[in-house]
């Protein structure tokens, strides 16, 4: 790897994270050695990069630093490809329209030896398999979801009862087959999984989410690690 794109690397392993981030990881990530990851960040810190920390302790990309938003590599651009076809085929229809203004984005400000790998692409994703279309607009849930609101949901569970639920959500999930709405269930009080075409009716409550987003974020997170650890 050429010295600069190591240092460009370096750079974009510290955006990535909140936390403080070791020499020792960075040089495994890079496959050098720790001495020369420290000799990197001093020559970054040397050119104003702001980057905070010290060697034992790890290293931090001060807020408010970016670079160009589009310095890709032909591997980044695949994975926006990707990622954005993906989400073309089986995200909703808003989702789906943006992912492709997203990629007819970036083509038009990468450089030239980049567009064969938007224009041309060599991978891509299994076709869709077919959905049932949910009741509820997934456009709207996710509008829901940034505003931190309750809903109030009418639930058909799997053996066809209709059951009425409040629920604070976390995260709207797209699986291959189905759309998942993930939240703590009032009733249960616990996290639920519930699926789009089951909702037969929903509102948004005027009631907020009594949690910041972040900490029922994580929440969730702690709950689904519980929830894998005592799966057989």
Request: proline share 8%.
């Amino acid at each position: 790897m050429r010295r600069a794109d190591r240092l460009f690397q370096i750079i974009q392993i510290l955006r990535r994270s909140s936390r403080p981030v070791t020499a020792a990881a960075i040089a495994a990530e890079l496959e050098v050695s720790s001495r020369t990851v420290y000799r990197d960040i001093a020559d970054l810190v040397g050119q104003r990069v702001p980057i905070e920390g010290a060697a034992g302790f790890g290293y931090l990309l001060a807020e408010g630093y970016d670079m160009p938003p589009l310095m890709l590599t032909p591997d980044e651009v695949e994975a926006a490809v990707l990622g954005a076809g993906w989400v073309a085929d089986h995200g909703d229809a808003e989702l789906a329209r943006a992912a492709r203004d997203l990629l007819a984005k970036i083509a038009a400000v990468v450089p030239g030896h980049l567009r064969p790998f938007i224009a041309e692409p060599r991978i891509a994703t299994p076709p869709p398999r077919p959905q049932a279309a949910p009741a509820l607009d997934p456009a709207r849930l996710r509008l829901w979801l940034r505003e931190g609101c309750k809903l109030r949901l009418t639930y058909r569970t799997g053996d066809g009862r209709e059951t009425e639920r409040t629920v604070w959500p976390v995260v709207l999930g797209y699986a291959e087959t189905s759309r998942l709405l993930i939240g703590w269930c009032e009733l249960r009080q616990d996290f639920r999984h519930f699926r789009l075409d089951r909702v037969t009716a929903a509102e948004a409550l005027a009631e907020r989410v009594p949690l910041r987003p972040w900490v029922l974020r994580r929440r969730w997170l702690d709950w689904r690690a519980r929830e894998r650890g005592a799966a057989p």
